[in-house]
C-alpha cells in the first residue's frame, strides 16, 4: 500500500538540481495537488454541489522568468523537453501534455493576465490517467508558476477557471470544474463543497485521525466512458426540458428536490427517470454528507458513500464490474465505514473510509480478493487531505 506520513512527497532538491543543470539558474518552486471526489458524481454539469478534497499527492514545478517570449518546458516524468512562444500560440488539441501547459498559459493571456517567458522543469506523483487528476494538477501549478513568475496577482478562482479554460480549448476536454477547483482552493484537513453554479466553495473539515480515506485504482478504464458521458448529459438535459413543463423555473437537475421530483418522475420516460433520480439524490446526498462531516459523523457519511454508489450503479449505469467489486469487497470487511466509486466511472477508482486498525487488513483482502475476480491488480493509495496549489519557500 502506498501510504505517506506528511513529508513532503516530492524531491524538492532534485528537481531544483534538475533545473539549475539544465537551465543555470536557481528556480521558485510551485506546486499544486491531485484530488479525489468524496461523493457529489456526475452532479457537476448538472450545476450541482461536488465533495471533493486535494490529496497528498502532488505535481511541482521548479521556474525562472526570462527576458523574452520564449516558454521551456522540461518534464522529468515524461522525460521530455519542450517550448512555445507566448505571442505565437501553436496548434491545439495536439494531443501532447504541452497542450496543458501551453493552454494555460494562453488562457491566462487571454484573461489579460501580463505573463513572461519562462524556464519550468516539471516533477510530479499523481499517477497519470488514474482518475486523481494529474492533469488539473500540471494545469494549476503551472498557472500558478506563470502568474508569480511574472509578477501578477490572480485570485485563486480564476486560476482554476484558466486551468479549466485549457483544459477545454487546449486539450480539448470538457470537463467540469471540480478538478483545478480543489487544486487551487485545498486545504489541508478539509474537503471542499463546491456549489458547480454559483462557483462557491466552502471548506469542510475532514477528521481522518481514526478513519483513512483510501483510493482503490481498478486498473481498467473501458471505451465507452465518453460516449456515455455525452449521452448521459443529453439525458439529463431532456430530463430537465420534460420536467420544465411542471416546474417551469428550473434551469438545471440542480433546481429540483428529492420531494418534488417524486412528485413528477411518473411523468419521465423510465431512463430519463433513473438519470435524473440519480443527480436529485446525489445533490442531496452531497449537501447531508457535508454536514455529516461538519459534525465529525463518518459514519453517516460512510452511509452516504454506499448509497451514492448503488445509485451510480442501477441509476445513472456508470459503475463496471471492476468497481463493483472492489465496493463489495470493502463492504464485506469490519473496518470499512463507506465505498463508493469516484469519478466519472466505467473504470478508474474507488474511494473508501477505511478505520485505521483496519488498514493492514482492507489492503490484504482487497488486493487478493479483487485479483481474485478479475485477474487484475488493485493500486491502492491512502491519502491525508492535502493543501491547494501555492509557491513552496521552505525549501
Ligand atoms: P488524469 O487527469 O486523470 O490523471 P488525464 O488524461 O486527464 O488523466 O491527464 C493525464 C495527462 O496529463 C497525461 O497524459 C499528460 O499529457 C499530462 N500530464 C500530467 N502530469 C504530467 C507530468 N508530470 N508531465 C507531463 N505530462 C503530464
Ligand atoms: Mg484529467
Redesign the pocket.
Known amino acids: 500500500m502506498e501510504h505517506r506520513e506528511g513529508r513532503p512527497l516530492i524531491d524538492r532538491v532534485r528537481l531544483a538540481r534538475t533545473f539549475y543543470q539544465r537551465y543555470g539558474r536557481e528556480p521558485r518552486l510551485f506546486r499544486a495537488p491531485g484530488r479525489v471526489n468524496l461523493i457529489g458524481e456526475h452532479t457537476d454539469y448538472n450545476d450541482g454541489f461536488v465533495l471533493p478534497m486535494a490529496i497528498d499527492r502532488e505535481?511541482v514545478i521548479a521556474g525562472a522568468a526570462r527576458d523574452d517570449r520564449r516558454v521551456r518546458v522540461y518534464?522529468l516524468?515524461?522525460d521530455e523537453a519542450v517550448e512555445f512562444d507566448l505571442d505565437h500560440p501553436g496548434e491545439k488539441q495536439r494531443g501532447?501534455?504541452l497542450?496543458?501547459v501551453e493552454g494555460v498559459a494562453q488562457s491566462l493571456l487571454g484573461r489579460g493576465v501580463r505573463l513572461k517567458g519562462a524556464d519550468l522543469a516539471?516533477?510530479?506523483d499523481?499517477?497519470?490517467?488514474?482518475?486523481?487528476?494529474?492533469?488539473?494538477?500540471?494545469e494549476v501549478s503551472a498557472g500558478l508558476a506563470f502568474v508569480s513568475l511574472s509578477d501578477q496577482q490572480l485570485d485563486r478562482v480564476t486560476l482554476a477557471l484558466a486551468g479549466q479554460q485549457a483544459e477545454h480549448v487546449y486539450v480539448g476536454?470538457m470537463c467540469g470544474i471540480m478538478?483545478q477547483f480543489v487544486a487551487a482552493l485545498g486545504r489541508e484537513g478539509h474537503a471542499l463543497l463546491i456549489d458547480c453554479r454559483s462557483l462557491e466553495a466552502t471548506l469542510v473539515p475532514l477528521d481522518t485521525s481514526e478513519t483513512a480515506i483510501v483510493v482503490c485504482d481498478t486498473n481498467v478504464k473501458h471505451e465507452l466512458s465518453s460516449s456515455e458521458y455525452n449521452a448521459r448529459r443529453a439525458e439529463c438535459e431532456r430530463g430537465v426540458e420534460m420536467l420544465r413543463e411542471m416546474m417551469p423555473g428550473i434551469r438545471a437537475l440542480r433546481d429540483v428536490s428529492v420531494a418534488e421530483f417524486a412528485q413528477h418522475e411518473e411523468r419521465l420516460p423510465e431512463t430519463i427517470r433513473r438519470r435524473c433520480r440519480h443527480v436529485v439524490t446525489e445533490n442531496e446526498r452531497t449537501l447531508s454528507a457535508a454536514r455529516a462531516l461538519q459534525d465529525g459523523d463518518l459514519k453517516e457519511m460512510g452511509r452516504l458513500m454506499y448509497a451514492s454508489h448503488r445509485s451510480l450503479r442501477d441509476d445513472y449505469e456508470v459503475s463496471c464490474r471492476e468497481l463493483d467489486v472492489l465496493v463489495e469487497i470493502a463492504e464485506s470487511l469490519g473496518g470499512v465505514v463507506g465505498a463508493r466509486m469516484t469519478g466519472g466511472g466505467f473504470g478508474g477508482c474507488t474511494v473508501n473510509l477505511v478505520r485505521r486498525e483496519a488498514l493492514g487488513e482492507f489492503e490484504q483482502v482487497v488486493s487478493r480478493e479483487y485479483t481474485r475476480a478479475t485477474h487484475l491488480n488493485p493500486t491502492i493509495y491512502v491519502s491525508e487531505a492535502g493543501g491547494g496549489a501555492k509557491e513552496i519557500k521552505d525549501s
Not at 499523481?126 to 500540471?138: E, F, K, R, T, Y
Open positions: 505535481t518534464s516524468n515524461a501532447i501534455w497542450d496543458y516539471v516533477l510530479s499523481v499517477p497519470v490517467g488514474a482518475g486523481l487528476s494529474s492533469s488539473a494538477a500540471l476536454t478538478d
